[in-house]
T-cell receptor
């Protein structure tokens, strides 16, 4: 059974640009969550989707958005990138959101 | 306030030693998980343990939800056990709150 797949693995973007990250969950998992990890703030929750609906959102500015497709794949978008958005972005999938979460390898975003 | 507190922040072990990592949480849980972050950044799920005790090889975990803590035991540690261990919890909101982690270094 394939694990959670995140693409791309690495990204370098310039301030002011936008970026889209992709996450394909484990087959059969309908919940996808996104987390940001930085040395200063640790692991912080961005948002969670289930059956194409956002059920919870973390305390991030509106520049951070996401969506989920009918096949449970999810994307997150960050517009007008800032230097502080440099981080490891992790995606997790679970069956329905309340059980064990399984993470992808992450996308490391560097904003210059 | 801080929802999840992990201790100790750093742990240095000699290969073969046993250790205990602790996770205290501030309110109710129905989802408590332990993860190991490998050198490439991926979080590996070790245990889903909202209550009770589980064992997987040299690792075991116990959660006492009524007393708001969980413990992760590493026995006969190996150099491959090195990395950061995270505890994370949620309660009816589909959002995991993570602790700051315990960095474990196992020396040969």
């Amino acid at each position: 059974k394939a694990g959670v797949t995140q693409t791309p693995r690495y990204l370098i973007k310039t301030r002011g640009q936008q970026v889209t990250l992709s996450c394909s969950p484990i087959s059969g998992h309908r919940s996808v969550s996104w987390y940001q990890q930085t040395p200063g703030q640790g692991l912080q929750f961005l948002f969670e989707y289930f059956s194409e609906t956002q059920r919870n959102k973390g305390n991030f500015p509106g520049r951070f958005s996401g969506r989920q497709f009918s096949n449970s794949r999810s994307e997150m978008n960050v517009s007008t990138l800032e230097l502080g958005d440099s981080a490891l972005y992790l995606c997790a999938s679970s069956l329905e959101g309340a059980g064990a979460a399984f993470f992808g390898q992450g996308t490391r975003l560097t904003v210059v | 306030g801080i929802q999840v507190e992990q201790s100790p922040p750093d742990l240095i072990l000699q290969e073969g030693a046993n250790s205990t990592l602790r996770c205290n949480f501030s309110d109710s849980v129905n989802n408590l998980q332990w993860f190991h972050q490998n050198p490439w950044g991926q979080l590996i799920n070790l245990f889903y343990i909202p209550s009770g005790t589980k064992q997987n090889g040299r690792l075991s975990a116990t959660t006492v939800a009524t007393e708001r803590y969980s413990l992760l035991y590493i026995s006969s540690s190996q150099t491959t056990d090195s990395g950061v261990y995270f505890c994370a919890k949620s309660f009816n909101d589909y959002k995991l709150s993570f602790g700051a982690g315990t960095t474990v270094t196992v020396r040969a």
